[in-house]
T-cell receptor
């Protein structure tokens, strides 16, 4: 079956440093979604990428979908303590989502 | 919009007891998903419904787990009998076709 892998599993950064998490799928994806889960909270949708090579920005967050539509990345510029949480990528088949293992981001003030 | 509503928020019970988790999806959403989250296994899809019909239950761990969706506004996930290894956070999520999923706050289940 489809597998979605994320690296790294954990990342500690100093506030103000940049952060990147990478997502790789074993199969070509029709789209990829990113979610953020704060400690003790539930996953919250951030963004969906559909087109090959697509890049989208949300303030300090930059999302990229690979040309082959099998990988994606999330880059946060100048992290803040509010960025703490676990970031998940997720890909279909169909209306199901297979979630990656997530990258837990910890930010030291 | 009230969002996806799950109950109870926390459940502590002894092994062997029946556990029932409840979910009210967002009105108008035709897909409903049940997930389990643990440190060891991450976020796992257990089962999902489309228009109240179970579509894929391949993630349900074993026969002790069952899920129903009697109507468009209510779903249950039952564990009978419960075991300590069932301890986890259980999330319900809903969506419309092709659109992102909206998660409830989850039920934190502890089986002693």
């Amino acid at each position: 079956g489809q597998q979605v892998m994320q690296i790294p599993q954990y990342q500690h950064v100093q506030e103000g440093e940049d952060f990147t998490t990478y997502c790789n799928s074993s199969t070509t994806l029709s789209n990829i979604q990113w979610y953020k889960q704060r400690p003790g909270g539930h996953p919250v949708f951030l963004i969906q990428l559909v087109k090959s090579g697509e890049v989208k920005k949300q303030k300090r967050l930059t999302f990229q979908f690979g040309e082959a539509k099998k990988n994606s990345s999330l880059h946060i510029t100048a992290t803040q303590t509010t960025d703490v949480g676990t970031y998940f990528c997720a890909g279909p088949p169909g209306n199901m989502l297979t979630f990656g293992g997530g990258t837990r981001l910890m930010v030291k003030p | 919009d009230a969002g996806v509503i799950q109950s109870p928020r926390h459940e502590v019970t002894e092994m062997g007891q029946e556990v029932t988790l409840r979910c009210k999806p967002i009105s108008g959403h035709d897909y409903l998903f049940w997930y389990r989250q643990t440190m060891m296994r991450g976020l796992e899809l257990l089962i999902y419904f489309n228009n109240n019909v179970p579509i894929d239950d391949s993630g349900m761990p074993e026969d002790r787990f069952s899920a129903k969706m009697p109507n468009a506004s209510f779903s249950t996930l039952k564990i009978q009998p419960s075991e300590p290894r069932d301890s986890a956070v259980y999330f319900c999520a809903s969506s419309s076709a092709g659109l992102p999923q909206h998660f409830g706050d989850g039920t934190r289940l502890s089986i002693l």
